[in-house]
């Protein structure tokens, strides 16, 4: 009698990708095909507004091994690979996008790794096609700073293209489920047995990036402030450093016994500086009180509106 094969669950996230869609699918069901593990495609429609959702619908009568989850609105990135773990049923599971700019080339390695017993497999990108200098050169920014403040340290180059054991999954599944969160961050920090695989980042095959500079600052400062207290701390170095000067200038101005000097540009100036740093440290305050107010509302990461060949009466529709 033939062994039951190990099941491989690749969660793809799609947000308005109806161009890039048939082209993925055609690209990875050979692959996927040829895998000695029989296979899953969880899409996860991240509330796409474009015919996503109607062509994933039509794929799925066609095709089983189909599985379609479709959230009530745009949650993002990171709550669509969440809400794919949640649903997956396999013993390994791999987040990609739908552009192809995740090879999926690369699942016969990964499937190699996680029968070796790996935990957690991250995908680190070599060359980034797509990417322009100034993303890469923010990108590697934004690693050397969080790496930095953090006592956690981060690969640089990992992307949302990662592979997780069932048993990792579970550590997902069960915690890490904060509001402001990073991901790729929580993936490498669970533990297990870790690898990295490099991979070449492609060209998006249709449509365009959905992150904006903008999206991406924001993402950055959340995710610095949920890896790190150190910015918190800013404000009792400010303040020693106010304290040695004005220490400093009051013993220089008793020594000298120099009446009232003249300088009000410098006073005034000397207030400006003052209060900027000020404003800084409450804005930096006022954003953690922001993330631990959105964690005490404990709104729901995703709301799923409809399923698709899902088996998934145990699995809450709102989490
Ligand atoms: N995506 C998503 N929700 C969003 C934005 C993006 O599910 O709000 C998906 C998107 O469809 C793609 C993946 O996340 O499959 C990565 O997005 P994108 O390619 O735009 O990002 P980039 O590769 O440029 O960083
Ligand atoms: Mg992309």
């Known amino acids: ?18 161009e890039a869609l048939p082209l993925f699918y055609k690209t990875a069901k050979p692959i996927l095909e040829d895998l000695s593990w029989d296979y899953e495609l969880l899409f996860v429609n991240d509330g796409s507004m ?17 599985k379609v989850i479709s959230f009530s609105r745009n949650f993002g990135h990171e709550a669509a690979m969440i809400a794919g773990i949640d649903y997956a049923s396999g013993d390994g599971i791999v987040c990609m996008d739908a552009d192809l700019q995740h090879p ?21 990108r070599v060359k980034n096609k797509s990417a322009g200098l100034i993303k890469n050169i923010t990108s590697a920014g934004f690693y050397a700073v969080i790496n930095a403040l953090s006592d956690v340290k981060f690969e640089a180059n990992a992307s949302d293209f990662f592979a997780v054991s069932k048993q990792a999954a579970q550590v997902l599944k069960g915690s890490y489920r904060e509001k402001v969160r990073f991901l790729r961050g929580y993936v490498q920090n669970i533990g297990f047995k870790r ?23 924001a993402f950055s400062v959340n995710t610095i402030m949920c890896f790190s207290n150190l910015p918190l701390k800013l404000g009792i170095y400010a303040g020693i450093v106010a304290v040695l000067l004005g220490v400093a ?34 804005g930096i305050i006022g954003e953690y009180i ?12 995703y709301v799923v509106e409809e399923t698709r060949n899902c088996n998934c009466s145990e699995q809450s529709k709102i989490s």
Not at 50 to 64: E, P, V
């Open 249 to 282: 200038v009051m013993v220089y101005t008793l020594l000298t016994r120099e009446g009232a000097p003249s300088g009000y540009a410098t006073i005034v100036i000397l207030i400006c500086f003052m209060f900027a740093i000020l404003f800084v440290l409450v």
């Open 1 to 18: 009698m033939e062994t039951e094969k190990k099941l491989l669950s690749v969660v793809v996230s799609v947000y308005n990708e109806e």
């Open 195 to 217: 690898e990295t695989m490099e991979y070449e980042a492609q060209e998006r095959v249709a449509g365009a990036s959905k992150y904006s500079i903008r999206k991406l600052f």
């Open 50 to 66: 474009d015919g996503s959702l109607a062509f994933l619908r039509n794929l799925a009568k066609q095709d089983d091994r189909v």
């Open 290 to 301: 922001a993330i631990l107010f959105s964690e005490l509302k404990d709104r729901p990461i």
């Open 104 to 124: 999926p080339e690369c699942l016969p390695g990964i499937v190699k790794r996680l029968e070796e017993g790996c935990g957690v497999i991250s995908m680190v």
